[in-house]
């Protein structure tokens, strides 16, 4: 694959793209290329005032609207007022390493927010999806298992393992998602895509040992970290059940190309079984249609 980079992005005008925590880092960055390219984006976020801050300095058609991945309430809010086909949902937004809490729904906000907020909204927006839905991921994923408890209540808390658990929760996701579009007859896609180690507002706020050694050192900026983000949603041709991540060493850096995540988040058997306890736990049962 060549170097590539946000210049490749194809021209988007005519497409709505949902872009969820768009008004910072990889979101943020996600949003202004593609609003240049010619794409409407919603920017979907929970702290409306620092969206609409930042999209008052992006140029192109945007459009903010709330959304709290970590109360359900304001996830079904969310769908319900949208009309209409969209193109493209990138599910972006998520915590990184926070301290020990609980979503409005009681769920630990790792498990809650990167895995089971997005769950819910992809449910209620599959059928008007057209062409991709992208979740990112995290190389650190590999360090994720998926427990029985996946909320932390029986077991000591640790927030870099909550953390991995939830991004591997992303990637089963991703792949049976595209299995399940699949078995429908669905045309649309999902790609999962991980940044590699980029300098998220996320990653500056955590300033431990651990949280150093475990992110990589030195962080790329978020308009490289974006980038796979960028060819997950754009790019032309790519497949279903594909995962794109950085070129350079041990998937930290570099231009986006194709990666293989772990077998643990390849693993159909566990995935399913995620599947059916998130939408237990959400409430959300996905009917997907043919198109």
């Known amino acids: 694959m060549t170097r590539w980079t946000a210049a490749d992005v194809p021209n988007q005008h005519g497409r709505t793209v949902i872009v969820t925590g768009a008004n910072s880092g990889l ?8 609003a240049g390219a010619g794409a409407r984006v919603i920017m979907a976020c929970r702290d409306v005032d620092k969206a609409r801050a930042a999209a008052a300095a992006i140029a192109g058609d945007t459009e903010v609207r709330r959304l709290d991945l ?4 304001s996830v079904r809010a969310f769908a ?3 009309d209409g086909e969209l193109d493209v949902l990138i599910n972006n937004a998520g915590v990184m390493a926070v301290p020990k809490d609980t979503t409005a729904n009681g769920f630990e906000r ?3 927010i990167n895995h089971l907020g997005p769950f819910a909204l992809t449910g209620l927006l599959v ?7 992208v979740t990112v991921s995290s190389g650190l994923h590999v360090l994720g298992r998926i427990r029985a408890d996946l909320n932390w209540e029986h077991r000591r808390y640790q927030r870099w393992p ?6 591997l929760a992303n ?3 991703a792949y049976e998602l595209q299995r399940r579009l699949t078995a429908a007859g669905r045309r649309t896609v999902s790609v999962a895509t991980h940044p590699g180690v980029a300098a998220t507002e996320g990653q500056r706020r955590d300033t431990s040992l651990q949280g150093k050694v475990l992110a990589g050192g030195a962080a790329q900026s978020p308009e490289m970290g974006a980038l796979p983000v960028l060819y997950a949603a754009t790019a032309p041709g790519v497949e279903g059940g594909a995962c794109v991540g950085p070129d350079g060493f041990m998937q ?7 990666v293989r995540s772990s077998r643990r988040s390849r693993d159909p058997v566990l995935a399913a079984e995620l599947w059916e306890r998130s939408e237990r736990l959400t409430g959300v049962h996905y009917v997907i249609r043919p198109l």
Request: charged share 20%; no cysteine; hydrophobic share 40%.
């Open 171 to 173: 990637l089963l996701f």
């Open 70 to 73: 970590a109360d359900l309430a």
């Open 127 to 133: 059928n008007q999806v057209r062409d991709r839905v």
């Open 80 to 82: 319900d007022g949208l």
């Open 162 to 167: 909550a953390y991995a658990q939830s991004k």
């Open 27 to 34: 979101g943020a960055e996600a949003t202004r290329v593609l």
């Open 252 to 258: 930290r850096n570099g231009h986006p190309t194709l």
């Open 110 to 112: 790792h498990i809650g």
